[in-house]
T-cell receptor, first 118, second 113 residues
Framework: GAGVSQSPSNKVTEKGKDVELRCDPISGHTALYWYRQSLGQGLEFLIYFQGNSAPDKSGLPSDRFSAERTGGSVSTLTIQRTQQEDSAVYLC????????????????FGQGTRLTVV | KQEVTQIPAALSVPEGENLVLNCSFTDSAIYNLQWFRQDPGKGLTSLLLIQSSQREQTSGRLNASLDKSSGRSTLYIAASQPGDSATYLCAPWFTGTASKLTFGTGTRLQVTL
């Protein structure tokens, strides 16, 4: 696609329910990233995919959070048993870099999914 | 710990002014650095990418400079317009963290008529 696409754009869910957030990266981009931005806060790294593998998932805040990527393309971030502190904008980005070849790599972001847990 | 600091946190200027946004980072070992803008309630738009071997990069009214040895980058906006109002984010790619960009907390810019 022309850009990184995320869906849904907005999601309101009740506390305790599970949610799935989807990211469609730019075609041909092997690297995919998930970030979280809480109200008034900076961007917090969650997880990085290279192809279908996740070599860095150090930012996932708890075991309620998981993510997968299939076919080297679409990624899904799943939050189980949502809590109010999970309310945030979840941003996905993709880039063309492979492993350590990063010098001229540019990351592109989607418009984000605004998650509200009530 | 690799950290990114952006100064000022907020800035309000009248239309037409030239302005400079500052970014400093604690580790000079970077692959590159990106500047983004974020409009309220929106995602991030990439403005400029500077590779570690470059000293500056220009796009239209925007000019970004990089002094890797001192851990600094500046974003210069010429002849500011109300449409430039947004939050500007600096993000270096540290070589020790090949998996991710590290973000500063941004500078919130308002350009008034």
């Amino acid at each position: 696609g022309a850009g990184v696409s995320q869906s849904p754009s907005n999601k309101v869910t009740e506390k305790g329910k599970d949610v799935e957030l989807r990211c469609d990266p730019i075609s041909g981009h092997t690297a995919l990233y998930w970030y979280r931005q809480s109200l008034g806060q900076g961007l917090e790294f969650l997880i990085y995919f290279q192809g279908n593998s996740a070599p860095d998932k150090s930012g996932l805040p708890s075991d309620r959070f998981s993510a997968e990527r299939t076919g080297g393309s679409v990624s899904t971030l799943t939050i189980q048993r949502t809590q109010q502190e999970d309310s945030a904008v979840y941003l996905c980005a993709s880039s063309r870099n492979r492993g350590q070849v990063i010098m001229n790599t540019e990351a592109f972001f989607g418009q984000g999914t605004r998650l509200t847990v009530v | 710990k690799q950290e990114v600091t952006q100064i000022p946190a907020a800035l309000s200027v009248p239309e037409g002014e030239n302005l400079v946004l500052n970014c400093s980072f604690t580790d000079s070992a970077i692959y590159n650095l990106q500047w983004f803008r974020q409009d309220p309630g929106k995602g991030l738009t990439s403005l400029l990418l500077i590779q570690s071997s470059q000293r500056e990069q220009t796009s239209g009214r925007l000019n970004a400079s990089l002094d890797k040895s001192s851990g600094r980058s500046t974003l210069y906006i010429a002849a500011s317009q109300p449409g430039d109002s947004a939050t500007y984010l600096c993000a270096p790619w540290f070589t020790g963290t090949a998996s991710k960009l590290t973000f500063g907390t941004g500078t919130r810019l308002q350009v008034t008529l």
